[in-house]
């Protein structure tokens, strides 16, 4: 919760006063608030309740940044498009279009990204290409990537994304080189190259760094330290090609335990939101078999979870399991991370 509000400052009084309106509902009594100055961003915004976009979203100047093929699969490594088109429970063109809205939801995507419509919406805007509905699906788009850097940064959720922790990502991620020059110069402190007209040949520097130089060098430098930081094996798996409950008409099924593994991923960051975890859910999926009450599932078939998604989980899966998507795709996508990156080798 971010709120923005004028101060009204009784100084023979000692208190200053603000006012919430509508927003009073919001607070409780004894409840601790911190109080900040307003950011550059936020100088016109209207007094209340700040809305949770990302400010980078919309600067144009990162637009060719997010519709690059190579940002987009580097950010697919931690939350697919689509997945993020499910945390909208609404259709996207409900205020724009007049008339019907189904209840019903589907992606719409194009090149240009994607939006969550109800089914009236997605028959009416098929095949046209608005400007409105062209900034939506960039939109989205954006904010997709911005999402997946915030958890590949594991920074908590809510986090507004700055241009130096974007270009962190970048980085780490090998798509620095496709910062757009503007960005790079402002992290990198280098100062525009002026064109001066005919120079003589005694002012010429050659050897003047560039903010594409620099942020290449630094593309070099981390490419040289991160192969040195290869993860060791959590966990080594070996095959039996003749197990002898395998040859058994209905053998007594045995769980597989591995404390070392859960160990490891609880360290890891939460599949709900991107925190970093506390604890390694076991699979609940009745319709497989797996888990139940008083019963576990195999230790190799968990996903990390902080302690708040997974009382939220157990609390109601299907609603859990509407807002983040299933379990089971979800420990799809871990197992491949952790086998993708070494945690898991063959013995």
Request: proline share 5%; charged share 25%; aromatic share 8%.
């Amino acid at each position: 919760m971010r709120m923005l509000f004028t101060a009204f400052p009784q100084r023979s009084a000692g208190v200053v006063l603000l006012k919430t309106g509508k927003l009073t509902c919001r607070f409780t009594d004894g409840q601790r608030v911190m109080l900040a100055d307003v950011p550059a961003a936020f100088h016109n915004s209207p007094a209340g309740e700040l809305v949770s976009d990302q400010l980078i979203a919309a600067d144009p100047v990162w637009r060719p940044f997010f519709a690059h093929e190579r940002v987009q699969k580097a950010a697919s490594l931690y939350m697919r498009f689509s997945d993020y088109l499910e945390s909208f429970h609404y259709c996207q063109w409900k205020n724009v279009r007049d008339g019907y809205h189904s209840i019903e939801l589907t992606n719409a995507m194009n090149e240009h990204g994607g939006a969550k419509l109800c089914w009236a919406c997605d028959n009416a805007m098929r095949g046209t290409d608005g400007k409105l509905f062209i900034e939506l699906c960039e939109k989205n788009r954006a904010e997709w990537v911005i999402e997946a850097a915030r958890r590949g940064l594991k920074l908590p959720e809510g986090h507004q994304l700055t241009e130096p922790e974007l270009c962190w990502w970048g980085l780490v991620f090998g798509v620095a080189d496709l910062i757009p020059g503007g960005i790079a110069r402002r992290i990198t402190g280098v100062e525009p190259e002026e064109i001066t007209g005919v120079m003589s040949e005694s002012t010429i520097v050659p050897d003047r760094p560039t903010a594409q130089g620099v942020l290449a060098a630094a593309v070099e430098a981390a490419e040289a330290v991160i192969p040195q930081e290869k993860m060791k094996p959590v966990l080594k798996l070996a095959a039996d090609e003749t197990p002898a409950a395998g040859f058994m008409l209905r053998p007594k099924l045995q769980r597989w335990e591995s404390e070392k593994y859960t160990r490891w991923v609880k360290t890891q960051q939460c599949c709900g939101c991107g925190s970093p975890a506390d604890d390694p859910h076991h699979i609940i999926n009745s319709g497989l078999g797996l888990g139940g009450v008083g019963t576990k599932t195999h230790d190799l078939f968990v996903i990390p979870l902080c302690r708040r998604c997974h009382d939220e989980l157990h609390r109601d899966v299907s609603a859990w399991e509407r807002q983040h998507g299933s379990q089971v795709k979800l420990l799809v996508q871990f197992l491949n991370r952790a086998l993708g990156i070494g945690a898991i080798l063959k013995a």
